[in-house]
C-alpha cells in the first residue's frame, strides 16, 4: 500500500477550508455552533461560536475563539458533539468522555444536570499529516 503524506501548505488549506464551513455556510443562526448530545442524539447544549470560529490554521491545526458557556437544556449524559454550520449541519463530529479518556471533547463530568452551566475552554482542530 502507497503512503501518502500531505505538506504543510495543504494541510493548512484543508484546515482553513474545512473550519470556515462554520462560518459560511446558512443563514438560519448568525454563527455556527457546538452542541452535545446524548447517546440516542437529543441536544444536551447549544454553545454559539465567535464570527470568525477558528483561527488561521498554523502548522495543520486551527484554535477556536471564544465559545460560549451554555445552560443544559435537559439532564443528560453526554456521549458525542459536533460542530456546526449556520443551517445547523454538523461540519465534524466526535466523542466526549471524561477528561484524561481519550474522546475528542473531555468533560470534567458526562452527567450534566438540566440548568447547569457547560464552559469550554478551548478546541482545536488538527490536519494530520
Not at 466523542?95 to 469550554?120: M, R
Request: glycine letters at 8%.
Amino acid at each position: 500500500m502507497a503512503i501518502i503524506t500531505k505538506q504543510m501548505i495543504a494541510r493548512n488549506a484543508s484546515c482553513n477550508q474545512i473550519v470556515g464551513l462554520l462560518d459560511t455556510t446558512g443563514s438560519l443562526y448568525s454563527t455556527g455552533h457546538l452542541s452535545i448530545y446524548t447517546s440516542d442524539s437529543t441536544r444536551i447544549t447549544f454553545h454559539t461560536l465567535s464570527n470568525p470560529a477558528f483561527g488561521t490554521s498554523a502548522d495543520g491545526t486551527s484554535t477556536a475563539y471564544p465559545i460560549s458557556d451554555a445552560t443544559a437544556l435537559i439532564d443528560g449524559t453526554a456521549s458525542t458533539f459536533a460542530f456546526e454550520n449556520r443551517n445547523g449541519s454538523a461540519i465534524w463530529k466526535g466523542s466526549v468522555t471524561v477528561n484524561g479518556h481519550g474522546g475528542a471533547l473531555q468533560l470534567e463530568s458526562v452527567s450534566i444536570p438540566k440548568d447547569t452551566t457547560v464552559a469550554i475552554s478551548s478546541a482545536t482542530y488538527v490536519v494530520p499529516a
